[in-house]
């Protein structure tokens, strides 16, 4: 008999849709390396998917209907990007400036002097200005000087840049520190921050978010076993898990996820129309799949919504040896973990962008899972990505033991 897939055919639809979306782009095992599986495998859930279509004559992922959805969130988009480029404007917004402070024309006396040396001399110029000449001098002395370094910041601020655009313009000046001491360069936080301000390069921030957790009054008590304490020392010590919304439409597609709270890792998630307890059991059962099914004595942290007081939910926590925890009602920071996981998914996902079809969703947030496993850098974890952080948990765990 076969063994079972660890991968749900959820997992398995949403990796496929994810390669073809980066058809062109990106390798087979560049999109299998942030899924954190072999490339032959994805390569051959490509040509099942590709064969079971043909077959069946059924429509291939990224038809007609999902291109126009994406043209129409990509020019919702671009209409509100700024203020005064919208349909019809043909002046300034209201209340913007023409010219910003720090625009104006600012005297340059040594240039000036430069300039004007050779008709009038150095010596009369500077004493109509009120300069010294030794400061001329020197200022003319350290010009190479200045165009190197002018040279080395213009270079920098395009690296800058490739970095913000390459995260989706997510990434503030801490991550974006981290990004380039990553790649070997030896530069100051405050001189990362000082040059994104001067060019106008920001992250992206939070909105206000609503509460989904919809408590049942006759569930069984569960205990706090975390109170607060999102620490852990080892893997597989303690998740947590959450639900969140995101619209689609005039309608709403549910996550629910499962974090180990020692790397900050994304175990296991599922996505699906509907709040009712099988979100939160596939999302669960994912996690225990990834970590090879042998998860005997974790800790699971949730709120108290009734999914996660469900008699379902509680059977399969049971079958696995899963001890359940749950913080009180209505305290997000009895959770804060899963909620710090969601506001960096509505920040960095749906800021400005409305999803027209559950597809066309399914694929943005699937991919940022993905990503925020294998390469999202985590302030949490030295500015590791959770991924890494584990292969470094890892071997530091074999080391102390040969040792």
């Known amino acids: 008999m076969a063994r079972p897939s660890k991968y749900s055919p959820e997992f ?111 010596q009369r110029l500077c004493r109509v200005l009120g300069v ?29 840049r490739e970095i913000h655009a390459e995260h989706k313009e997510t990434y503030g000046a801490l991550r974006v520190h981290a990004e380039l001491r990553g790649f070997g360069h030896t530069v100051n936080r405050k001189r990362v921050a000082r040059l994104m301000r001067k060019h106008r390069i920001v992250g992206r921030h939070l909105r206000r978010r609503k509460l989904t957790t919809i408590p049942d009054p006759v569930a069984p008590p569960v205990p706090d076993l975390v109170q607060r304490d999102f620490t852990a020392s080892d893997l597989d010590e303690r998740w947590c898990g959450d639900i969140t919304y995101i619209q689609v439409g005039t309608t709403w597609l549910y996550l629910a996820c499962v974090v180990d709270i020692r790397s900050r890792r994304v175990l296991g998630w599922s996505m699906a129309p509907h709040m009712r307890a099988e979100l939160v059991i596939d999302a669960l059962r994912a996690a225990v799949a990834a970590r090879g099914r042998n998860v005997a004595g974790v800790i699971f942290h949730s709120d108290r919504g009734s999914q996660y007081t469900s008699a379902a939910f509680a059977q399969v926590c049971d079958s696995h040896g899963i001890r359940r925890s749950m913080g009180r009602v209505g305290s997000s920071y009895d959770n804060a973990l899963a909620e710090s996981l969601w506001q960096g998914l509505k920040r960095e996902v749906m800021h400005r962008k409305l999803f027209l079809t559950m597809s066309q969703a399914r694929l943005e947030i699937f991919q940022w899972l993905t990503y925020y496993n294998a390469r999202r850098r985590h302030s949490a974890l030295g500015y590791l990505s959770p991924m890494e952080f584990e292969q470094q948990h890892r071997e530091a765990a074999k080391l102390s033991l040969a040792a």
């Open 12 to 122: 398995r639809a949403d990796a496929v849709a994810l390669w073809r979306a980066s058809v062109g782009r990106r390798t087979f095992k560049s999109v299998a390396d942030d899924l954190n599986i072999n490339h032959e495998t994805l390569r051959t859930w490509v040509r099942e998917a590709e064969g079971a279509a043909s077959a069946g004559g059924g429509p291939q992922v990224g038809g007609a209907e999902d291109e126009l959805a994406r043209l129409r969130a990509e020019n919702a988009r671009l209409v509100k990007a700024e203020k005064g480029v919208a349909v019809g404007a043909g002046d300034p917004a209201p209340g913007s400036r023409l010219f910003c402070q720090g625009d104006e024309v600012t005297p340059r006396r040594w240039d000036f002097i430069s300039a004007g040396a050779g008709a009038f001399g150095v």
């Open 132 to 160: 010294s000449r030794s400061g001329y001098y020197r200022w003319q002395a350290g010009a190479a000087a200045r165009a190197a370094r002018q040279e080395d910041e213009a270079a920098l601020v395009e690296e800058i």
